[in-house]
């Protein structure tokens, strides 16, 4: 059964720094893209980047509106996605998902970050 | 970035009757591959978004075949035919043809 479960949530001030962790089980991890994707409260979601697959290189992608601040990686023996957040603001307030694959197939159950004083 | 606008912004639908959702594209989704990189998800209330079409017109795994999609290269439909109680929530379509992939801002379905 495929799973994947967030962590690492929780309320940070405004320029914090935050990681996210998604640990994944089921699968083999190393075939399948990963993304990063987040929901506001009551708006729709936004993706915010990407890490391709082994036979990819394990490459990244990001939202212009994120790129810079916020980096993707992969612990492949660990079969762990990470999402480090850097300089947070308030607008980044939200939800946040990973999810498997070309097709966002799976998702996590989610993770709430806070950025508030 | 592509823009994806979705209509109606809700819908209300009596159980067992059709619903469609609109989804239309600032620009083709329709890859040089001719794949049609259009997607529809389902947000149940309190609950991660979940696949139901890929590609435009592909049925997930384990999505029931009440659901249909269908469309143009800048324009598409998501079909629910006979809803049921548990077909209530938000639904998004999302395109994949080019970073930064893109939503649209997602249609509310309710039951009357």
């Known amino acids: 059964e495929v799973k994947l479960l967030e962590s690492g949530g929780g309320l940070v001030q405004p320029g914090g720094s935050l990681r996210l962790s998604c640990a994944a089980s089921g699968f083999t991890f190393t075939d399948f893209y990963m993304s990063w994707i987040r929901q506001p409260p009551g708006k729709a979601p936004e993706w915010l980047g990407v890490?391709?697959?082994?036979?990819?290189?394990?490459?990244?992608e990001y939202n212009p509106s994120v790129k810079g601040r916020f980096t993707i990686s992969r612990d492949n023996t660990q079969n762990i996605l990470y999402l480090q957040m850097n300089t947070l603001r308030a607008k980044d307030t939200a939800i946040y998902y990973c999810?498997?694959?070309?097709?966002?197939?799976?998702w996590g159950q989610g993770v709430m970050v806070t950025v508030s004083s | 970035d592509i823009v994806l606008t979705q209509a109606p912004l809700s819908v209300s639908v009596t159980p067992g009757e059709s619903a469609s959702i609109s989804c239309r594209s600032s620009k083709s989704l329709l890859s040089s591959k001719g794949i049609t990189s259009l997607y529809w998800y389902l947000q149940k209330p309190g609950k991660s978004p979940q696949l139901l079409i890929y590609r435009m017109s592909n049925l997930a795994s384990g999505v029931p075949d009440r659901f249909s999609g269908s469309g143009s290269e800048t324009d598409f439909t998501l079909k629910i035919s006979k809803v049921e109680t548990e077909d209530v929530g938000v639904y998004y379509c999302?395109?994949?043809?080019?970073?930064?992939?893109?939503f649209g801002a997602g249609t509310k379905l309710e039951l009357k």
């Open positions: 999302a395109q994949f043809l080019e970073y930064p992939y893109t």
């Open positions: 890490i391709r697959n082994k036979a990819n290189g394990y490459t990244t």
């Open positions: 999810a498997r694959g070309g097709s966002w197939d799976y």
